[in-house]
């Protein structure tokens, strides 16, 4: 397919709607991105995604867009509530994959001398690595069941979390409308015994200090400031909701042939919203989002009690939860576009939302400054907090990016990082890595990413988020 | 020649497939499932186990099968050794599986699903057999 580009300003790129789409396709990208994106198909996966029914505005891409599958990484695309399609392969595998950061007053200077003994002990509290599971908690089907209905408010009703983390938590950490039982058997095995894990690839659980403050009154208002330790979490739900994904992306396969929608690429598959298939899919899939929205709360409680042993109760205690954001979900949202407002189901694959100030969603904290955007970068480097604008809000659906994206496949990484001790190099840079696997390690190297403060040199320059404040690791724990 | 190769793929993991008939396709993509998957058999009993299976075509068969082998692998911690498969009508699947226990080491890598993204089976002019799997990882 041959895709034609139109380049609007420095950071702007435009797909214009041609044959098959419904919508002009919108990529956020400087030359260097766009060198990139030249060389892999994202481009076309932008074509392809305003090629679905019921997209209102455009189909964007984030500064962090790489080439996924059906939509590409960096995907966001608004459907018509009433006339569009939801499609799983909008949301991905590992539904409400997300972020988490809990903030501190610990100084890093209290940190240095036990960070071993503080890695050491997160390593052990949060189970990492492929197939990862807790010893010490197997859901009965009823547990799982609350989880996946009520998501981190069972866990926090139960005692693993506080009551001010719900707040901080996108949706308020549970989505509306889940059904446990629109899952399969499988899925539901799956989720039993993975609650409170990290999983592997590129997730992780982090131990930070703030770099750098770029907005001060906005840090102060999420709690951050220089030389403080905070706590980020990347995960998601686990093998249930891929499971999850994989069993609907069949339902939606003949979904799509029954209500006639013609597909571009079968991993788009999907079905209206309005549906039998789509109610269900949206049903399952939150209930999937709510296990997630779990997940992290639980590891967010275990990380609490890991600093309250190794540096005292007290240290413990200021560690609130900044924000909790999801960056693979489909969820309904009022916006306005030209001019009209409208009840979208908003698909957000590997893209954040980041709403402005103002914005009737947000918690009351966070109301008049706007919500935290979470933006992991590599191990090695350097992760953001942004804040949302009003020209994102109208420009990207209120979404920004999640991340650096990948520079080099995995099997190139490791292959480039064979003969090197890895550990011994983080460890020279002050950052301590604990992972049982070295290919891991080997896969999720800097040098196999983007250069995070590239992408938000973008974010920054389309206006689609402002940094708030930049984060580098002390201590990783990786799967 | 026969043969299973690594897909570039910046983001995720893939393998690319020719074989000499569609029976031989499915067998070298169980390889390449279990090779994106990493782990090893270790020296334990080995058992057969028989799947069967039915989609409306080739290539929702083809995604049916290995997500069936990475359930079953999961499922019983075995990665497999060896596979006869034989397809009817390119709609149903029937295969006898040889498993053995994988070795303490698990798996190296995670994989989320197995996509329909850029799937590909199909013959050539030559009646040589071309595949493409996408994995999520």
């Given amino acids: 397919m041959e895709i034609q580009l139109r380049r609007i300003d420095a950071v702007r790129w435009l797909i214009p709607r041609t044959g098959d789409m419904y919508t002009d396709g919108l990529v956020f990208a400087d030359d260097a991105i766009m060198s990139h994106l030249r060389e892999d198909r994202a481009l076309e996966q932008v074509a392809n995604v305003a090629c679905l029914p ?69 390593f052990r509290a949060l189970p990492s690595g492929v197939g990862s599971h807790r010893t010490d908690l197997n859901l009965t089907q009823n547990e799982l069941s609350a989880v996946l209905t009520r998501g981190a408010g069972w866990l926090v009703e139960r005692g693993w979390g506080r009551e001010d983390d719900l707040e901080a938590i996108e949706e308020y950490g549970c989505i509306a409308g889940a059904d446990p039982n629109l899952l399969s058997p499988r ?35 999420f709690g951050l400031s220089e030389g403080r330790v905070a706590v ?6 686990r093998g249930l909701g891929y499971q999850v994904c994989d069993d609907y992306l069949e339902t939606m396969l003949d979904a799509a042939d029954k209500y006639g929608i013609p597909l571009p690429d079968r991993q788009l598959c999907c079905a209206p919203i309005r549906s039998e298939e789509g109610r269900q899919y949206l049903g399952a899939m939150a209930a999937a989002a ?23 109760p007290e240290s413990a205690a200021g560690m609130r939860t900044v924000y909790d954001v999801c960056h693979n979900i489909a969820k309904f949202e009022h916006h306005v576009i030209d001019g009209q407002p409208l009840r979208l189901c908003v698909h957000r694959k590997g893209a954040t939302r980041a709403f402005p100030p103002g914005h009737e969603v947000l918690p009351e904290r966070y109301r008049e400054i706007g919500q935290p955007v979470l933006i992991p970068g590599d191990m090695g480097r350097y992760s953001f907090v942004a804040v949302g604008t009003a020209e994102g809000l109208e420009e990207t659906l209120g979404s920004s990016c999640h991340g650096a994206g990948r520079l080099m496949s995995r099997t190139k990484s490791r292959k480039a990082m064979k003969g090197r001790d890895l550990f011994a190099e983080f460890r020279q840079r002050g950052i301590i890595v604990r992972s049982d696997r070295a290919s891991t390690v080997a ?26 404040a930049r984060l580098r690791p002390l201590g990783v724990v990786k799967g | 020649m026969d043969a299973v190769r690594e897909l570039a793929h910046t983001a995720d993991v893939g393998f690319e497939i020719e074989a000499s008939s569609a029976d031989r396709l499915f067998e070298l993509a169980a390889w390449g499932l279990f090779d994106a998957l990493g782990a090893s058999p270790s020296d334990r009993p080995s058992w057969n186990e028989t799947i069967a299976l039915g989609r409306a075509d080739l290539e ?78």
């Fill in chain 1, 54 to 122: 019921g997209i209102r505005g455009r189909s964007l891409a984030m500064p962090d867009i790489h080439w996924g599958y059906g939509f590409p990484i960096g995907g966001v695309a608004g459907f018509d509530a009433e006339e569009g399609v939801v499609s799983p392969g909008g949301v991905g595998y590992d539904i409400n994959c997300g972020v988490r950061l809990l903030r501190s007053d610990i100084a890093e200077a209290d940190v240095r001398p036990v960070i071993e003994a503080l890695m050491a002990s997160l």
């Fill in chain 1, 187 to 221: 899925a539901r095995k799956r989720g039993l015994n993975q609650l409170g894990t990290v999983g592997s690839g590129n997730h992780f659980a982090e131990v930070q200090v703030v770099d750098e403050v770029f907005d001060a009154k906005t840090a102060s208002a």
């Fill in chain 1, 232 to 237: 980020m979490i990347h995960s998601g739900s």
């Fill in chain 1, 290 to 312: 709510n296990y997630a929205f779990g997940n992290r709360q639980l590891m967010a409680h275990k990380a609490r009690g890991v600093f309250a042993d190794v540096l005292g």
């Fill in chain 1, 443 to 468: 896969e999720e190297v800097p040098e196999a990413y983007k250069d995070l403060e590239n992408v938000m040199d973008v974010v920054v320059a389309a206006d689609i988020g402002r940094r708030v």
């Fill in chain 2, 60 to 137: 929702r068969l083809l995604v049916a099968w290995l997500r069936e082998l990475l359930d079953i692998a999961h499922a019983r911690e075995a990665v497999a050794t060896a596979a006869s498969v034989s397809l009817v009508a390119e709609t149903d699947l029937r295969a006898i599986v040889e498993w053995r226990p994988w070795t303490s080491d698990g798996p190296t890598r995670e994989i989320k699903g197995v996509t329909y993204h850029g799937l590909r089976v199909a013959a050539d002019a030559d009646g040589r057999w071309h595949g493409r799997v996408v994995l999520d990882v």
